[in-house]
């Protein structure tokens, strides 16, 4: 188990370990509820550059460290509250490091004001949704490159405080 040293924003110069945490996780970790083609088609989205610095550039990225600088995890946020990505490591899952992370997307998506939290959730992040409060908007078909992909559209609704 590695201890978390630090969640800090993503930048350019991390899409590298970015890209190679997101093609090794899915390949491994989604295998368990998807076919070696699903995967396989999955893992080719993250070859595409110009995704990544769209993530990096225009959503709030952030990502885990250990002490030794080992991305474990990331999770993107748009302005408008849809969690574009989150990836935990391979080797560490289990760990508490989505939780942090979703804690840091929850906190922001309040700092924005955003009534919700959506996202398009794998089969295998399913439950880990639901256990946060999240609901099922529908069961949908999502593309990958040349496959459709069975996965969820989930949403939290967040509540505040009047004032």
């Excluded at 995967?39 to 885990?64: P, Q």
């Amino acid at each position: 188990m590695r201890a978390i040293e630090c969640v800090r924003k993503a930048t350019i110069r991390d899409i590298p370990a970015l890209k190679q945490l997101f093609r090794e996780t899915v390949l491994s970790v989604n295998r368990q509820d998807y076919t070696a083609e699903e995967v396989a088609d999955w893992a080719s989205c993250g070859e595409n550059d110009e995704r990544w610095e769209k993530i990096v550039y225009f959503y709030y990225t952030l990502m885990v460290e250990d002490e030794d600088g080992h991305v474990l995890g990331f999770a993107a946020l748009s302005a408008n509250g849809y969690l574009n990505s989150m990836f935990v490591h391979k080797d560490f899952q289990g760990q508490g490091i989505a939780s942090t992370l979703y804690g840091f997307m929850e906190r922001r998506a309040r700092a924005l004001k955003v009534s919700a939290i959506t996202a398009d959730v794998s089969l295998t992040a399913y439950p880990f949704f639901r256990k946060l409060g999240f609901v099922v908007e529908k069961e949908q078909s999502y593309p990958a490159n040349r496959l459709f992909l069975k996965n969820y559209k989930m949403v939290k609704y967040l509540e505040y405080d009047e004032e």
